[in-house]
């Protein structure tokens, strides 16, 4: 449930609590037919859930957690010795490329294009 507000937050573009035809169709495009490049950029806009254009990590881990309790307990068992928040905080520290305490648009990106583990983690199918 929580993830899919996630989703829906970032579909819904004009905040007003509906995904029209145009929100809907801009959806469709960008997870299917988008480039990389599209797809990430859209990841990102999910991930920074405040949507001052950085993620801290809290909305990290935020969206960490949502994705491992939308897996249900399959994934608990893949990952018995590493909790939501501790793989939220390898993947922050390893996209923060300038240890300022923020993932921007830029450095998100970046580090899923030149890490594929990263990108298959957080975003879309590229």
């Not at 599209?38 to 001052?52: H, I, P, Q």
């Not at 990952?79 to 300022?100: L, V, Y």
Request: aromatic share 12%; glycine share 4%.
């Amino acid at each position: 449930k929580e993830f899919c507000e996630h989703v829906f937050r970032t579909f819904d573009s004009d905040k007003n609590g509906f995904i029209d035809f145009k929100e809907f169709l801009l959806a469709i495009d960008v997870t299917s037919a988008g480039s990389p490049e599209e797809k990430l950029n859209w990841a990102f806009s999910m991930y920074d859930v405040d949507g001052n254009g950085w993620i801290d990590l809290l909305e990290m881990t935020k969206i960490v957690r949502s994705i491992y309790k939308m897996m249900g307990p399959n994934q608990a068992l893949v990952d018995q010795f590493e909790t939501p928040e501790k793989r939220a905080e390898d993947i922050f520290h390893r996209m923060d490329a300038n240890s300022d305490g923020r993932v921007t648009r830029q450095e998100f990106v970046r580090s899923c294009l030149n890490d594929s583990k990263l990108a298959e983690l957080l975003s879309p199918r590229l």
